[in-house]
């Protein structure tokens, strides 16, 4: 390796330092905002930890051609990583996925049986259980489903969409977009008080808490309405995937 290869190698590993140092706030930030709003098991010394991992990866990785700012595409991936990590120590019971299922199952079948939203007694009827012990399930469900709809595009956009991706082809562009109007769709067809906490979570970035007292329930409750309208989700988007909800 020649020196100019060397001086310049050792120029642009204090110039990725330079960055991490001064981005590295942002991480904290970040990563106390995804606390807020994720189960109380998560250890934010973790998420952190993985936030600097992502925004080392963002220095390495960052080309100013593709169009947006170190800001957006490092925050972005600071974010992955802390849900990667996340998900990655999900400790959440077989049991609460096999109910979520069930659920979403159920809920399938209503809907297109009735033409119209599924009750929640009736949901409850269909499972054999009582409207106590279906509401239970739903809270059990509160974290994983949380976690699992960080990503999924809301009101049409998603925030991935600010890093333009040259490794993505046409085709992947076209299904992409295909599955952005189907989430678009089926959130815009969601029961009002459901549709008003997915937009007040998402799109106002509010917590649970903060929902609750916007719309004058209490936070269990917001959480029991945030998994119904998650689950719904993923029983009206299954039509159009192989996989079963």
């Known amino acids: 390796m020649s020196l100019i290869m060397k001086k310049a190698d050792v120029y642009n590993q204090y110039q990725k330092e330079d960055i991490v140092g001064k981005h590295a706030p942002m991480v904290k930030r970040i990563a106390y905002h995804l606390k807020s709003r994720l189960p109380a098991n998560i250890q934010l010394d973790d998420m952190i930890q993985a ?28 974010r992955g990583a802390m849900l990667d990590e996340v998900r990655k120590n999900d400790w959440t019971p077989r049991s609460v996925h096999r109910n979520s299922r069930r659920v979403a199952e159920v809920v399938r079948k209503i809907e297109n049986e009735k033409g119209r939203d599924a009750r929640d007694s009736e949901i409850a009827q269909a499972l054999s259980i009582e409207l106590g ?13 949380i976690l699992s709809f960080e990503d999924i595009a809301v009101g049409g956009e998603s925030i991935l969409d600010d890093v333009p991706n040259s490794q993505t082809g046409l085709l992947d562009g076209l299904q992409k977009e295909d599955m952005k109007a189907m989430v678009a769709n089926a959130v815009a067809s969601l029961p009002e008080r459901e ?4 937009a007040l979570y998402y799109d106002e970035e509010l917590n649970l808490r903060e929902v609750g007292a916007v719309i004058g329930v209490s936070e269990s409750r917001v959480s029991q309405i945030h998994s119904q309208a998650v689950i719904r989700l993923q029983a009206r988007l299954s039509q159009f995937t ?3 909800p």
């Open 51 to 78: 936030g600097m991992i992502g925004l080392l990866e963002a220095a390495n990785n960052y080309d100013a051609k593709q169009g947006a700012s170190f800001e957006t595409y490092s925050s972005i991936r600071i």
């Open 242 to 244: 192989n996989e079963q």
């Open 195 to 198: 549709r008003m906490v997915m």
């Open 133 to 145: 012990e279906y509401n239970r399930i739903l809270q059990d469900a509160s974290g994983h489903k």
